[in-house]
């Protein structure tokens, strides 16, 4: 009886944390809210057409911080055959940064940096953060989105509320920049690895060798 007890409370509990997270935004704090990303994206922006990495960093989200992280040690010790099992903009990523360490040796590896290499210095990203008008941001309780202004319907850069506090998504918002990118890639190269090459390849203006992407 005491096992029903304890199992009946489990489930009442997270029928209750279901409705609490489902509670609806009223008008009033999403206009807040909105007010407040606005300005919030609008400093992301700025700080990336400034190349202040540091400023992007510390304007993202836990789990974005996380995949940096991730991304990190990849870069150092994933085998390169075993990239096939992750996201092209995950692969195009790790393989931008260790062929910029093959030219480079010694280039620091810490997360700004790594934003500074991967965002702020990749011409097609950059300019998909800070060239195009937006249109309005849809928010709920703790997400919101953005797209373009040319297809407002079509989320491109997403944001948390951690703590009552907005934070930039970059995790779910790469794959939707690279979404072009990638597209073009796939009609040239079978793999994702191949499709990654490519465009590096583009992007130096040279064939890359395979030893400077392996590890």
Known sequence: MQMYRIVFCFIVIGILSG????????????????????TFFSDIRQAI????????????????TDWIDDI????????????????????????ALRFEESKNPGQAMDPVSIIQRTIIQIGAIRKNFIKYPLGEFRISRFSAEIGLKKAPNVPVFF??????V?????VRSLPII??????IARQKRNTPIKQAVFL????????????????
Request: negative net charge; contains cysteine; proline residues 3%.
């Open 72 to 95: 990190r040690y990849a870069v150092d010790s994933e085998p390169y055959n075993f990239l096939e099992g992750r996201a092209f903009y995950e692969i195009l990523c790790i393989l």
């Open 166 to 170: 907005w934070k930039f998504d970059i």
């Open 159 to 164: 944001f948390e509320k951690e703590n009552e």
């Open 178 to 183: 690279l979404l072009g990118a990638e597209s």
């Open 49 to 64: 057409r400034s190349n202040n990495a540091e400023v992007l960093y510390h304007s993202l989200s836990r789990g974005s």
């Open 19 to 38: 409705c609490v997270g489902s509670i609806a935004i009223t008008p009033e704090q999403e206009s807040a809210d909105k007010k407040i990303l606005q």
């Open 200 to 215: 590096l390849e583009k992007m130096a203006g040279r064939k890359i060798k395979p030893e400077e992407l392996a590890r």
